[in-house]
């Protein structure tokens, strides 16, 4: 008898950033995996292309337009995604941004926005899907933070301590909600190339050093984050929550920042 531990079928899954990058990757691997796939990001055009793209795989999955660092945009997506298909099994948190900018340099209000979508928006999703799994009798929730939540890169500084946040958020609504049988979980992927950060590491001293020091000595594929979604979403992480999976090739093994 096979396995069925992985199998999605049935469940309902928002992913905001769920347009490109790695939340694209992540929402094709849960349709594939037989779960309904709500898509959702800023980009109308991104939104339609989603939606295409996840409607051919299944016909129920598409996608909707979602600001993260708006709580009314973020109840409005949550609460349509809860009325259309009478539940909410999975949320994943996938949209957030990234600005290298000198730490002296950096003006507090771009450091306070990249806080507030990485880390306030964040939270506002994990609050709205919450609630709604709370009265269903549970669900499943998926925080994606960063290996740079544990070294010191360089100018990016904002984007390091709001990935910081999420794990230690995560733990704390994984402690919290488990009475509730809500699952809270995150990834920390290493250096995967994605429309967020591609200019910082593909062809760069910097994304060669990257490269150097991960255990593999390559970057990731966004196809390669799935599988580690897959399962956090699934049965088979049923005893797992507060947890936070490294998907990095290898590079905090070595311990080193930059």
Not at 75 to 87: D, F, K, L, T
Not at 191 to 205: C, D, I
Not at 218 to 245: C, H, K, M, V
Request: proline residues 3%; contains cysteine; glycine residues 12%.
């Amino acid at each position: 008898m096979a396995y069925t531990g992985f199998d999605l079928s049935g469940r309902v899954a928002l992913i905001t950033g769920g347009t490109s990058g790695l939340g694209r990757a992540i929402a094709i691997g849960f349709a594939q995996s037989g779960a309904t796939v709500i898509a959702a990001s800023r980009s109308a055009e991104k939104v339609a292309a989603a939606a295409a793209e996840l409607q051919a795989l299944d016909p129920g999955s598409g996608a909707l337009q979602l600001d993260v660092a708006d709580a009314e945009s973020i109840q409005r997506v949550v609460s349509r995604v809860n009325e259309e298909h009478g539940r909410l099994d999975i949320l994943v948190n996938a949209a957030g941004m990234i600005k290298r900018t000198p730490s002296l340099e950096v003006p507090l209000e771009e450091f306070n926005h990249i806080v507030h979508v990485n880390l306030n928006g964040l939270f506002a999703c994990c609050q709205a899907a919450g609630r709604i799994m709370k009265a269903q009798g549970g669900g499943s929730i998926i925080n994606i933070a960063s290996v740079s939540a544990y070294f010191g890169f360089h100018e990016v500084a904002a984007y390091s301590a709001s990935k910081a946040g999420v794990v230690n958020l995560t733990k704390a609504l994984g402690s919290e909600w488990a009475q509730h049988n809500i699952r809270v979980n995150a990834i920390s992927p290493g250096v995967f190339p994605t429309p967020l950060n591609r200019k910082l590491v593909e062809g760069t001293p910097r994304g060669e050093w990257l490269r150097m020091h991960t255990a593999m000595e390559r970057f990731g594929s966004p196809e390669e984050i799935a599988g580690a979604a897959i399962y956090l979403a699934s049965d088979a992480a049923s005893y797992t929550t507060g947890e936070t999976l490294n998907v990095d090739g290898g590079f905090t093994a070595r311990g080193v920042g930059m």
